[in-house]
């Protein structure tokens, strides 16, 4: 089959609205049209800054916790392995499922596993019914640099009302515009494959 005819056919243009309509009138109760063009075009610099927002969020996470362990005089373990560690929890996971439960940037997720395990604050061991996977787990001083990073996050929940920043509605709702975004990038993928 050609690349041609693969493509889907566009939907064919949709008639302009009446007069009710552009108004804001139902007519024949429908919904109003939502001209998407536009609505895409006004709404392009609030995404954009969106867009930059999240991945300053992410470096900025990541620096916070870095002067955390600075400031704790821990050295041998980075930003990403401590949020690794913090991730992992209490769980055996083999790498790919840390890959899904974590956001790392720019990091090689093999390489730091490697550097947890030579640290000592992580276990591995091979799957006993999949040999080629290697299941991982954080030994007692993983768990150690996993309640540093809790105890950060917890002081910034307590700091966030405190200090007036956001409240649990404001963050609430900023989750749920996150999470609607995830599926809307993740629509966006399955669609091209």
């Known amino acids: 089959m050609s690349f041609q005819a693969r493509i889907k ?3 064919p243009h949709s ?13 024949d109760g429908e919904a109003p049209r939502v001209d ?12 954009l800054e969106t867009l930059s927002l999240v991945e ?21 373990v980075n930003a990403v392995q401590a949020l690794m560690l913090f991730n992992i929890g209490e769980q055996e996971l083999t790498a790919g499922e840390l890959k899904t439960r974590g956001y790392y940037q720019g990091s090689n997720v ?5 550097k947890l395990v030579e640290t000592g604050y992580m ?12 299941r991982v787990r954080l030994t007692s001083e993983g768990q150690k640099i996993r309640a540093v990073v809790a105890g950060l996050f917890a002081r910034h929940a307590e700091g966030l009302p405190s200090r007036r920043v956001t409240d649990i509605a404001e963050l609430s709702a900023v989750n749920d515009t996150l999470r609607r975004l995830e599926r809307y990038w993740s629509d966006q993928i399955r669609y091209i494959y």
């Open 36 to 47: 998407s063009r536009a609505a895409g075009v006004a709404l392009l610099p609030c995404y």
């Open 110 to 114: 093999s390489y730091n596993l490697k």
């Open 15 to 27: 008639p302009s609205p009446s007069p009710s309509q552009a108004a804001g009138g139902h007519g």
């Open 123 to 134: 276990h591995h061991q091979r799957c006993a019914i999949d040999r080629r996977s290697v």
């Open 9 to 11: 056919p566009a939907k």
């Open 56 to 76: 300053r969020m992410h470096r900025l996470l990541l620096d916070v916790i870095k002067d955390e362990f600075e400031r704790l005089g821990v050295l041998d």
